[in-house]
Structures are given as structure tokens and as C-alpha cells.
């Protein structure tokens, strides 16, 4: 019966690498699977920290803007904060939701 099996598949080493190989890419804690899903991560990572770096970028522009104009950033507070001056009172309105 093994006479039938070319000798090439009984050879001891190529039995081994084919083991070996088999254990690499299927069985092993680093196996191929395991590695796509990694590098997938990783680029959907790195297009999550060029976004951050936009909109870090972003807002330390808009942070400079502010700081250096006096008019833009009492517009800002009141608009974002609430904040008003010691003799004024704030009106908020609200939409009605339409139902």
C-alpha cells in the first residue's frame, strides 16, 4: 500500500515542513487568520487617527482664533456656555417638536 504513495510524500522532511506549515498557518496563536484580522484592525486604526489628527488640528485652529479676538470669543461663550453680563437676562427658546 504505501508503495502505491509517490516517494516524494514519504520522505521524512517533506512530511515535517508539511506538519510544520499546516500548524503555522492553521493551529498557531500568530496563525494567518489571526493576522488578517489584525492588519485589518490596525488600517481601520490608522484611518481613526488621521480623523483625530483632522479634528485636532481643527480645533487648535479654532482655539487660536478665539484666543486672538476678543469679540469671537464672547460670541462663544455665549452662545455655547450661557454666559451673559451682570445686568442681562438670557432668553433660551426652544423649538416645539412637531408631532
Known sequence: MLKRVPKIFRNFYFITTTLFLIWMLFFDS????TQFHMSRQLSEKESE????LEKMEQVEKDRKELMSNPELL????REKYLMKRPNEDVFILVPQKEE
Open 30 to 33: 500568530n496563525d494567518f487568520i
Open 49 to 52: 487617527k488621521e480623523y483625530y
Open 74 to 77: 464672547e460670541k462663544f461663550a
